[in-house]
């Protein structure tokens, strides 16, 4: 469902927040932490009660060949992704985020939640390495827009700077 879609039917996906806002609560979440499991978590957390229509929002940590699940708000997940497997796994592959409208139509899409109808997959660095992956999933086709995929990837970028910045 595309913005307009949304509004038709009378679902509002906007976040509850504008990016400046998010960005300023997320920075004030992470602050004073490094434990990654501990900020991922908060993270995950975060953005589930940020962001409507999501079924499914966490982690997968690159681990040699595969990604392997971290912390997450949703039903339990499959544990590990090879990479150039399913929309994760090709996120990594390709290095590109990846914004799926409708999952059934990805070819090797892994449903770990049966309700999960599109995806927006976005890559987590460090010194320029994908180190990780940020997967959210939403019961509604099409749910997330360009729009999202900025929003959702400046948070990314605010988490990366934020727990990387030691390294
Ligand atoms: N759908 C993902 C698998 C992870 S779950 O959605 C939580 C994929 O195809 O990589």
């Known amino acids: 469902m595309n913005d307009a879609a949304a509004m038709d039917a009378g679902v509002n996906t906007r976040p509850l927040l504008s990016l400046h806002e998010a960005c300023q609560q997320l920075a004030g979440l992470l602050s004073g932490e490094q434990d990654l499991i501990a900020n991922a978590a908060n993270t995950a957390a975060f953005l589930k009660t940020l962001l409507a229509d ?4 966490g982690f997968y940590f690159l681990k040699g060949e595969e990604l392997v699940l971290g912390p997450f708000q949703g ?3 499959c544990v590990r992704i090879p990479v150039g497997r399913g929309v994760c796994g ?8 990846q914004r799926v409208e409708d999952v059934h139509a990805f070819p090797g899409h892994i449903a770990c939640d049966v309700r999960s109808r599109s ?3 976005v890559p987590i660095r460090q010194q320029g390495k994908i180190v990780a992956v940020l997967d959210i999933d939403s019961p ?3 749910r997330f827009t360009a729009d999202d995929q900025n929003y959702v990837e400046a948070l990314i970028d605010e988490f990366s700077k934020h727990q990387f910045a030691a390294d």
């Open 119 to 121: 995806e927006l997959v």
């Open 75 to 77: 039903n339990p997940a």
């Open 140 to 142: 509604s086709v099409g």
């Open 54 to 57: 999501i079924n499914w929002v």
């Open 90 to 97: 090709t996120c990594v592959a390709s290095g590109e985020t």
